[in-house]
T-cell receptor
Framework: DAGVTQSPTHLIKTRGQQVTLRCSPKSGHDTVSWYQQALGQEPQFIFQYYEEEERQRGNFPDRFSGHQFPNYSSELNVNALLLGDSALYLC???????????FGPGTRLLVL | SQQGEEDPQALSIQEGENATMNCSYKTSINNLQWYRQNSGRGLVHLILIRSNEREKHSGRLRVTLDTSKKSSSLLITASRAADTASYFCATADGATNKLIFGTGTLLAVQP
C-alpha cells in the first residue's frame, strides 16, 4: 500500500520565479491538504482539495494556488517567489469523513 | 500559534524514563491528533482522540483530553533513543480535515 509521495524532495529557486510541487495521496484517499512549515515552526495550513475543488483555504496570498486531478493527485503552485517562501512543503491525504491525515516526506524549497 | 501552545518547548530525558507533553488549544474541536516529526521530514500520525473521549492508549502512548480546559497531554512510557523527535498536537474541527498545529515539543532521549 503506497503512502503519500511528493516530488521533488528538494528545490532551489530565485526570487520572482515560479514553482510547482506535486503530491500523490495514499491509496483510497481523495482529500489532499497542503501545509507550509518554516524552519523551527509548526506546519501552517495552505489549502485543501476534494473532488477537484479547493474546499478550504488558510491565510495565504493568491500567489499560492493548487489543483487536484481526477486521480486525486495534486499540485501546489507558488508564483513570484519571495525569500520568505523558503520552507518545507508538506502534503497530507485523508478521507473526507475525517480521521487521521497521512503526510508525505515533504519538499524542501529554498528561495535565493 | 493560531491554535495554542505546547509545553515544554524542549524536553531531555534518559532512556527508560517517561516523557509528558502538554497541548492547549483555543477553539472547539471534533478531534485532537498527535504527530511525530523526525529531523524536519514528514509527520507521522501517532494517535487520534475524539472530543467525546477522555483517554486513549496505543502501545507506549497514552493521550488524555480535557475539553473543559481545552487541553491534552501525551505520555510516552519507557522512552527509547528512537523516540527522539519533535511532537506536535493538531486539532481538527470535523467539517474538514484541516489541521491546526500546536507549537511542538522537541524531545531528546539520551541513551
Amino acid at each position: 500500500d503506497a503512502g503519500v509521495t511528493q516530488s521533488p524532495t528538494h528545490l532551489i529557486k530565485t526570487r520572482g520565479q515560479q514553482v510547482t510541487l506535486r503530491c500523490s495521496p495514499k491509496s483510497g484517499h481523495d482529500t489532499v491538504s497542503w501545509y507550509q512549515q518554516a524552519l523551527g515552526q509548526e506546519p501552517q495550513f495552505i489549502f485543501q482539495y476534494y473532488e477537484e475543488e479547493e474546499r478550504q483555504r488558510g491565510n495565504f496570498p493568491d500567489r499560492f494556488s493548487g489543483h487536484q486531478f481526477p486521480n486525486y493527485s495534486s499540485e501546489l503552485n507558488v508564483n513570484a517567489l519571495l525569500l520568505g517562501d523558503s520552507a518545507l512543503y508538506l502534503c497530507a491525504s485523508s478521507l473526507p469523513s475525517g480521521g487521521p491525515s497521512y503526510f508525505g516526506p515533504g519538499t524542501r524549497l529554498l528561495v535565493l | 500559534s493560531q491554535q495554542g501552545e505546547e509545553d515544554p518547548q524542549a524536553l531531555s530525558i534518559q532512556e527508560g524514563e517517561n516523557a509528558t507533553m502538554n497541548c492547549s488549544y483555543k477553539t472547539s474541536i471534533n478531534n485532537l491528533q498527535w504527530y511525530r516529526q523526525n529531523s524536519g521530514r514528514g509527520l507521522v500520525h501517532l494517535i487520534l482522540i475524539r472530543s467525546n473521549e477522555r483517554e486513549k492508549h496505543s502501545g507506549r502512548l497514552r493521550v488524555t483530553l480535557d475539553t473543559s480546559k481545552k487541553s491534552s497531554s501525551l505520555l510516552i512510557t519507557a522512552s527509547r533513543a528512537a523516540d527522539t523527535a519533535s511532537y506536535f498536537c493538531a486539532t481538527a474541527d470535523g467539517a474538514t480535515n484541516k489541521l491546526i498545529f500546536g507549537t511542538g515539543t522537541l524531545l531528546a532521549v539520551q541513551p
